[in-house]
């Protein structure tokens, strides 16, 4: 079986899937090929483990100091490109399309009627979850950003749909952290808003020490900021020593942090429902802290909270990739049945 992996490369969460995939499908003799769209090329950081993959365009949103840009999301849409693209690429050597959100092979699929499965997060919202319920058009409009034979969404719960847990790399996630000890930094990611906005807000904390991941050349010490640049390499290690996460409400990270069982505060992009959603289960949930703006009083408080109990989510990757090879159970019914029996979600 030959599968073509398109991945959505707007967010770090697509490509943390395509991570965890990647073993689990050559474990299970699955040739697979990565294609990545909607992130100049130059802007993807450790990407070594794909290969000589492919790279287009695609489309995006556009932010600024966490909002979405409509009227600049809908200028950078190259429309033409976008259809010549479509046009171009040759599917004729494979077997499966796995698609993460991504428009291009989707359309390209469509076009060429080659089988195809979308995987991603977004999947999950063409159904009726909290913090949807006045985005009637979020189905048709994902349907038609990505026209797929079939869909399997992402989430922290089943919702009685075919949905299926997180998948991470488990070897990063695997963990016991203690829920007393003292923990020396908070690890911040909030890569849609201004970085010198955040430094300054968590500069009024000085009592507490936070570790900045974000978008600079070099590392820099900003008095109770560790300012870092973008790495694959470290900032794993520094999620797992932290004493929380402060975040934005995207998938991925949200849920290495529950995995670990680390206190999150987040801040999800105004504008996007995905990230609204989010952070209404997240809630439901009792599992993060939700603020609107940078709230020093609302991060205070959250500061002094302990960390919470992880959620053991079971090796997704494996489950998944076996299915594929198996090419059976089409609809994925069977395969939510099982991955879900084996979560273990403690109280908090």
């Known amino acids: 079986m030959r599968i ?86 040759d599917l004729s050597g494979y077997d499966l399309l796995l698609n993460d959100f991504e428009p291009v092979t989707a359309w390209a699929a469509k076009r060429q009627k080659l089988p195809s499965l979308g995987l991603a997060h977004q999947y ?25 034979d079939r869909y399997l969404g992402v989430h922290w719960q089943a919702f009685d749909q075919p949905i299926l847990p997180p998948l991470l790399a488990l070897d ?15 690890l911040v990611y909030l890569p849609f808003e201004l970085t010198e906005q955040v430094v300054i807000w968590l500069q009024s904390m000085p009592d507490y020490s936070f570790k900045l991941y974000a978008d600079v050349p070099e590392a820099a010490d900003l008095e109770n900021v560790m300012l870092r640049p973008l790495s694959r390499e470290t900032f794993p290690g520094d999620l797992h020593q932290s004493g929380g996460v402060i975040c934005n409400t995207g998938f991925g990270l949200c849920s290495e942090a529950l995995m670990l069982g680390k206190k999150i505060l987040t801040k999800p992009l105004s504008g996007q429902i995905e990230q609204y959603s989010n952070a209404c289960i997240l809630e439901q949930m009792q599992r993060a802290t939700v603020m609107r703006v940078f709230d020093k009083q609302l991060a205070l408080h959250w500061l002094e909270q302990p960390n919470v109990r992880p959620v053991v989510y079971p090796d997704v990757a494996q489950h998944l990739a076996r299915w594929l090879k198996a090419d059976a159970d089409l609809q994925g019914t069977k395969l939510v049945a099982e991955v879900w029996q084996e979560v273990k979600l403690h109280s908090v």
Request: with cysteine; net charge positive.
């Open 4 to 89: 073509l992996y398109a991945v959505q490369a707007t967010g770090n969460g697509h490509i943390t899937r395509a991570r965890a995939m990647l073993p689990a499908m050559q474990q299970a003799g699955i040739s697979v090929d990565f294609l990545f769209s909607g992130r100049p090329r130059e802007q993807l950081f450790d990407m070594q483990c794909f290969g000589d993959f492919q790279h287009y365009q695609g489309f995006t949103f556009k932010t600024e100091s966490g909002s979405v840009k409509r009227w600049q999301t809908l200028k950078a849409a190259r429309a033409s490109q976008f259809i010549a693209d479509v046009r171009s690429i």
């Open 124 to 148: 999950a919202l063409r159904y009726h979850l909290p913090g949807t319920r006045k985005a009637f058009w979020l189905k048709s409009a994902i349907d038609t950003f990505t026209p797929l």
């Open 172 to 186: 990063a996630t695997r963990t016991t952290p203690s829920l007393d000890q003292p923990k020396p930094y908070v």
